[in-house]
Each structure stands twice: as structure tokens, then as C-alpha cells.
């Protein structure tokens, strides 16, 4: 095994047994609703309930050479010979060939090159991301889940004017709801954690966590949710960030699991950056039996 390999072997043994003690501790009261989210220093570790209601249902170590299509799609649902997200006026345009696997990970790289698409506009930059959703508007998701416990191990680009998150959209296609496990805003050293919702007049709110100063971009952590009817928690490398328990504000429909390097939000890269890279060591969801 070379040293990579066993670097890797390492981190996910050690992984595992973090996910063993967070499945093994009793869920606790705690953390904040608001604002962001318990502090670093002397957070509380608390997991979801025992192993014993609770199973592996994705177990995604990105082995061999290609990304796995039967779990896995490189765009939106609304993919058209790529896709982007609107919504967010970001600059990339994602493409297929930036989703790499190689030596058991998944690499979305990200790279200033104008790129034509489907919508007729051009955009400066190409990226990649995954999802287990479908391969078109009109097809089937791959794979949803309604509450579990979701975890990645990632490490974010160090480059200025990406935007790499990990999260959850409805398998409707139209969001809120949404949870965004983590995104990184304007910062390599903060992570924010997000859930979505709408009000009682149908206007879209959401609620906020923070953590940091970490320096993220220097090695792999570990983002986890725990996702119940009454209760989401964030975790990062184990400890808990952020709780919270108005089942208003919880989500209650199936959705897909993404992960995407979308660039310029909230602003543009600087002109001496030219690509960035993020990149997944695994995916894994848990679920009560």
C-alpha cells in the first residue's frame, strides 16, 4: 500500500470509530437554536440514538477509477447537457469530465474556462459536482432519504471565490426546503450550517450556524447532520454546532444528497486564480430500522 493509500486507511478507520461513539451516545439537550451554534471550545459530543435502530444505507469510499451511476449523477435534476444554479447567479457551468475518482476519491475541480450552455449563455468557469438524483427533469432520483444520519469527509479548495457546500434538496426539484449540511461563504476558515424553510405566509426563512476559525483547506473533516421529525443537529469532526428542534423548521419530505464546487458566490475569484479542487474521501447515511 502506498503512503496515500494508507493515509487514507487511517483516516477511515478512525472515522468509523468517531461514527461508532456518536451512534452509541444517547442524543442530548443542548447546543443552540440560534445564531452560531455551540462554540469549539468544550461542545458537547452527542450523537444520534444506539446503533442497534439504525443502518448503514450508503457506504460511499469512491473505490476503482470511475464514479458509480448507479448512485450518482454529475448535475441537477434539471440537467440538460449540464446545469448550473440560477438562483444563486453563480459562474460555473458543470460538466461531467470535472468529477474525478482515483485512488478511493472523488475530486471536483473547478477551472476558468468559458464554457457554453444548454441555456445559450456562456459562462467563465466549468465544475463538477454529484448528486443522487436524476439525470433529468422528467426521470427518478437514484436515491432519497426522509431522516437519517448523513456524514462526509471533505476537503474544501484554499481558493478564493469558491463556493463548495454538502446538502440536501427535495426530490420535488423545488427547494425549501433545504438543509445544507455545510457551505463555505467568502471563507476558508468559517463553516456555515443552514436549514430552510417557509413561514406560515409562504415566505422563504432559514436559520444559521457557524464554526470556525478552523484551516479547512489543510486536511479532510468529517461534516455530519442528524436529521429527525424532531430535531436536526450539525456536527464537525464528531461535535456538535448547531440544533435545532421547532419541528416548523424541520423538513418532512424525501431529498437528495449533493455535493458541489459552484464558484463566485458571494463574489468572483481574483485573477490569479485559475482552477481550484475539492475533494471526498466518502459518503455515508445511516437510517432507523
Known amino acids: 500500500m502506498n503512503g496515500k493509500g494508507a493515509r487514507r486507511s487511517l483516516r477511515r478507520a478512525a472515522a468509523l470509530a468517531l461514527s461508532s461513539v456518536l451512534l452509541l451516545t444517547a442524543a442530548a439537550c443542548g447546543g443552540t437554536t440560534e445564531g452560531s451554534g455551540a ?25 476503482g477509477t470511475e464514479l458509480d451511476d448507479r448512485t450518482w449523477t454529475t448535475c441537477y435534476d434539471w440537467d440538460k447537457d449540464g446545469c448550473t444554479n440560477s438562483g444563486n447567479d453563480e459562474l460555473q457551468w458543470y460538466l461531467p469530465e470535472q468529477v ?61 471565490g469558491m463556493f463548495p457546500a454538502f446538502w ?51 486536511e479532510f473533516h468529517v461534516f455530519g447532520l442528524l436529521w429527525e421529525p424532531h430535531k436536526l443537529v450539525w456536527y464537525v469532526d464528531g461535535v456538535e454546532h448547531l440544533r435545532v428542534t421547532d419541528t416548523h423548521r424541520i ?5 437528495e444528497i449533493l455535493i458541489n464546487l459552484a464558484v463566485g458566490v458571494p463574489k468572483a475569484p481574483p485573477a490569479s486564480v485559475d482552477s481550484a479542487r475539492m475533494d471526498v474521501d466518502w459518503v455515508r447515511v445511516w437510517e432507523e430500522r
Open 251 to 255: 423538513p418532512d419530505v424525501p431529498m
Open 39 to 63: 462554540g469549539p471550545a468544550g461542545a458537547a459530543t452527542t450523537g444520534p440514538t444506539p446503533p442497534d435502530d439504525w443502518r448503514l444505507v450508503l457506504d460511499e469510499d469512491f473505490d
Open 100 to 160: 474525478s475518482v482515483r485512488d478511493g476519491e472523488l475530486t471536483l475541480t473547478a477551472e476558468r474556462r468559458e464554457t457554453r450552455g444548454s441555456d445559450d449563455r456562456t459562462y467563465p468557469w466549468t465544475s463538477g459536482m454529484i448528486s443522487t438524483g436524476r439525470d433529468d427533469w422528467y426521470g427518478e432520483p437514484r436515491r432519497t432519504f426522509t431522516y437519517g444520519y448523513f456524514e462526509a469527509s471533505i476537503r474544501i479548495p484554499a481558493e478564493a
Open 168 to 218: 440536501l434538496m427535495p426530490d420535488s426539484r423545488f427547494t425549501p426546503p433545504e438543509i445544507d449540511i455545510m457551505e463555505f461563504l467568502d471563507s476558508t476558515q468559517e463553516v456555515s450550517m443552514y436549514v430552510h424553510w417557509r413561514d406560515e405566509d409562504g415566505d422563504e426563512d432559514r436559520q444559521r450556524g457557524t464554526y470556525g476559525p478552523v484551516d479547512f483547506p489543510a
